[in-house]
């Protein structure tokens, strides 16, 4: 199971951190990703990282804005989101997939096996 939480209102140029908790399965040999989705709007790829914690990969509209992170302790996948506008508004929801190499992320959200419920940001200008 994948919870995600951390959403809000937020003015644009500030930051929100997201929390993606997975429970009920083991936290080792997935890799996990996240996606948004504004009304009107296709999904988009945000980010992904590898269950080795080393790899990630990062959608073109948000490098360099938004880092995603690990923590295998808590069982829990951050982003980091900074330099927030307009644009970035949307449901966030993450995604897990198992795989066998440590450094496997993956963009493409058909790939991915389990889904949590998404949380809302909100950017205003």
């Known amino acids: 199971q994948l919870q995600a939480s951390g959403g809000g209102l937020v003015q644009a140029g500030g930051s929100l951190r997201l929390s993606c908790i997975i429970s009920?399965?083991?936290?080792?040999?997935?890799?996990v990703g996240w996606f948004r989705q504004a009304p009107g709007k296709e999904r988009e790829f945000v980010a992904s990282?590898?269950?080795?914690?080393?790899?990630?990969t990062y959608g073109d509209s948000v490098k360099g804005r938004f880092t995603i992170s690990r923590d295998s302790a808590k069982n829990t996948i951050y982003l980091q989101m900074n330099d927030l506008n307009n644009e970035d508004s949307a449901v966030y929801s993450c995604?897990?997939?198992?795989?066998?190499?440590?450094?496997?992320?993956?963009?493409?959200?058909?790939?991915?096996?389990?889904w949590g419920r998404g949380t809302q940001v909100t950017v205003s200008s």
């Open positions: 009920g399965r083991p936290f080792s040999n997935y890799v």
């Open positions: 990282i590898g269950w080795g914690g080393y790899s990630t």
């Open positions: 995604a897990a997939e198992e795989v066998t190499h440590p450094a496997t992320v993956r963009d493409e959200a058909y790939t991915y096996d389990y």
